[in-house]
């Protein structure tokens, strides 16, 4: 089975704006604090960040700055000198400097034997792949978990509620069916701390997992199982809880 790419988002960003919301969106789902464009002093003047995170997921805390050059054209040393400066006298524990064109010989030589990394795109997703992971695999985790104690088929205690009979686990199976994705990360959630990690190179694909939409729904990438989970518990654990009869009867 073929791995996907470690790549966070399905599309590269086209503009700068999109680059500070993918930076932002990242961080954020890591469970960092974000605050972008932000307009802060120091000792000899002020300076516009495009993003500052606050790490608050390690001990001690730690402070990143971003910045994003969205530029046709490579980042000169002048650019990464006035970078290295800000996040110096911030006291930041490091600094991204994220550029679409790459960087000039100049500028990579001014960024050796400091705490700023020069980068493309492509290298910060590699870069901070993992640890996005973890992030988005603790905030989903709980989701999954609450769909699968009402999909679990050897729980007496749901069949407690449900005579189980030919008919009713053929009903119970055929929902099971439709959401294979809480099966598979609930299984490897018990082999594996990070439980993201190998779902998506099984090639899932669900059929009619919202209500009213036919078309099926190909998990190929991180992203589209990161955006789509919530709705997909949601709906799962509508189904189930009517076919448990656990929903409140309709006046």
């Not at 960040?49 to 040393?77: G, M, S």
């Not at 973890?134 to 609450?146: E, I, W």
């Not at 030919?166 to 018990?190: C, F, H, K, N």
Request: hydrophobic share 40%.
């Amino acid at each position: 089975m073929r791995e996907p790419k470690r790549q966070i988002f399905d599309k590269p960003p086209k503009t700068w704006q999109n680059l500070e919301n993918y930076i932002a969106q990242v961080f954020t789902e890591m469970g960092c604090e974000v605050r972008k464009e932000i307009t802060v002093q120091l000792p000899r003047g002020r300076a516009v960040l495009d993003v500052f995170v606050r790490d608050i997921t390690v001990v001690p805390h730690a402070n990143y700055i971003c910045e994003c050059k969205h530029w046709i054209r490579p980042v000169p040393q002048s650019v990464v000198h006035s970078f290295r400066t800000v996040v110096t006298e911030l006291g930041a524990h490091r600094g991204f400097l994220i550029s679409r064109a790459g960087f000039q010989a100049g500028a990579r030589e001014a960024a050796r034997f400091t705490n700023i990394d020069l980068m493309s795109w492509s290298e910060f997703e590699d870069l901070i792949f993992d640890r996005w992971v973890a992030g988005v695999a603790r905030s989903l985790d709980p989701l999954f978990v609450q769909a699968y104690e009402l999909m679990n088929p050897s729980d007496e205690g749901l069949w407690n509620l449900r005579e189980c009979t030919a008919d009713s686990y053929e009903e119970w199976d055929q929902i099971a069916r439709r959401y294979p994705l809480i099966g598979v990360w609930t299984l490897m959630r018990s082999f594996s701390n990070n439980p993201l990690i190998r779902i998506p190179s099984i090639g899932l694909t669900d059929h009619g997992m919202l209500v009213g939409i036919d078309n099926e729904v190909t998990f190929n990438s991180y992203r589209k199982i990161v955006d789509f989970a919530p709705t997909l518990c949601r709906v799962a654990r509508t189904e189930l809880e009517a076919f448990w009869r656990l929903l409140p009867a309709k006046c």
